[in-house]
């Protein structure tokens, strides 16, 4: 089955820098506990790992936030977390206290005994899901697939959890740099196959989601990030059957010039760097997303109409008074006690705003 051509390519276009009629707009976390709709569909189901192990269930909540704002893509409901549980490691949740290893990463014998999963197997329910979602969408809007970065994944995978410090893992890199190469190489190639798997189920862009990046200092994120998140956007397919690729760093403000080189068609920054300072920097030579402070999103629609305005206005100035290349998201994920109406009054100023040439 050919799929059906896409009604809204906003997304893609913006990804390519190529002119479009407004800034498109979609946000991190946007299927999540904000939303009644969601909460009703994880509390039939039992649980959030429950819901995104099964496709109909992932696609329904994947759709959820597309049925009440005029969102320019969906993103598969899934986590960052299948990767290392697909490698044996016993992901769970704890309410309250987030993700949880049964079996975390603790010596070098753990990690030599690590292995890329069969992708094709072991994580099928989420290219299942992919397949789904965009048969459900039907060309409506371009479906983003999306894995963790290696770095953050890891982090999860040594610390066992959560962390405060990171304790574990700068100990690690520290002390054993070779022990934690090894580790990060195995993710890294499980990572490219998991999202070359989901470009090939149909996902039409990529995102890595390198959230903890940032508590690195310069010489050890150049070392034990950056240089993995390049490895991925070097080894994902090129030509034909290639589909942009987004690196989301949270904290990523210092190494713009770095990410921009790094092959990846674009950069997605949180709420500290100004995006025309960020667009000056990156020279065209990629897209960028972002960047509104989440937290605008407990203000008023008349402040996040103001703030909104101001992040499409700063882009601009810094990409020579054009709005191409931009895609509009918030610096970090949406949270579970965010109004929806205040979503829906983003999504409405961004397009909006942005039409007003
Ligand atoms: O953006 C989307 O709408 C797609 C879905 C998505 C989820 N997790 C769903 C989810 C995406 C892209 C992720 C990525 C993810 N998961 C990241 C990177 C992005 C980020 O926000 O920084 C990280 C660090 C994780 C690990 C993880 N999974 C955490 C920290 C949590 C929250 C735990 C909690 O109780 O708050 C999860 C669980 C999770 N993943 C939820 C959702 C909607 C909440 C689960 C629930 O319903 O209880």
Redesign the pocket.
């Given at each position: 089955m050919t799929p059906a051509p896409l009604k809204n390519d906003r997304f893609l276009r913006a990804l390519r820098r190529e002119p479009v009629d407004r800034t498109p707009i979609w946000l991190?976390?946007?299927?999540?506990?904000y939303l009644p709709e969601y909460r009703a569909t994880?509390a039939k189901a039992g649980s959030?790992l429950a819901m995104a192990k099964n496709p109909e269930l992932a696609c329904e909540v994947t759709l959820q936030p597309l049925r009440r704002f005029p969102l320019d893509a969906a993103?598969?409901?899934?986590?960052?977390?299948t990767v290392p549980d697909a490698m044996g490691l016993g992901l769970y949740?704890v309410e309250?206290e987030?993700?949880k290893f049964e079996r975390p990463v603790r010596s070098r014998a753990d990690i030599g005994r690590l292995a890329v999963p069969d992708v094709e197997r072991q994580l099928r329910y989420v290219t299942d899901a992919v397949r789904t979602i965009r048969r459900e969408l039907d060309g409506a809007v371009p479906l983003i697939g999306?894995a963790?970065s290696p770095w953050?994944v890891a982090c999860y995978m040594v610390e066992g959890g959560?962390s405060e410090n990171y304790a574990r893992i700068k100990s690690l890199a520290l002390d054993d740099p070779q022990a934690l190469h090894r580790l990060l190489g195995v993710v890294t190639d499980a990572t490219i196959a998991y999202l070359d798997a989901q470009r090939r189920a149909g996902a039409q862009a990529l995102q890595v989601?390198d959230?903890w990046g940032g508590v690195l200092g310069p010489a050890m994120y150049r070392e034990f990030s950056l240089r993995y998140l390049a490895r991925i956007a070097a080894e994902l397919p090129r030509g034909e059957e290639r589909v942009p690729l987004i690196l989301f760093g949270?904290g990523n403000g210092p190494y713009l010039e770095e990410l921009a080189a790094s092959g990846a068609e674009a950069v997605g920054v949180d709420w500290t760097v100004d995006l025309g300072e960020a667009a000056r920097r990156t020279g065209g030579r990629v897209a960028l997303q972002g960047n509104l402070d989440p937290a605008v999103l407990y203000a008023q629609p008349e402040a996040i109409r103001r703030e909104a305005g101001r992040v499409l206005d700063a882009y601009a100035a810094g990409n020579g008074g054009s709005r191409e290349g931009h895609v509009f998201n918030l610096g970090?994920?949406l949270s579970p006690d965010m109004a929806p109406e205040h979503v829906a009054a983003l999504v409405a100023a961004v397009h909006e705003s942005s039409a007003r040439n």
């Open positions: 991190m976390r946007q299927a999540g506990r994880r959030f993103i598969l409901f899934s986590d960052i977390l949740f309250g987030g993700p999306f963790g953050t959560a989601f959230t949270k970090h994920g």
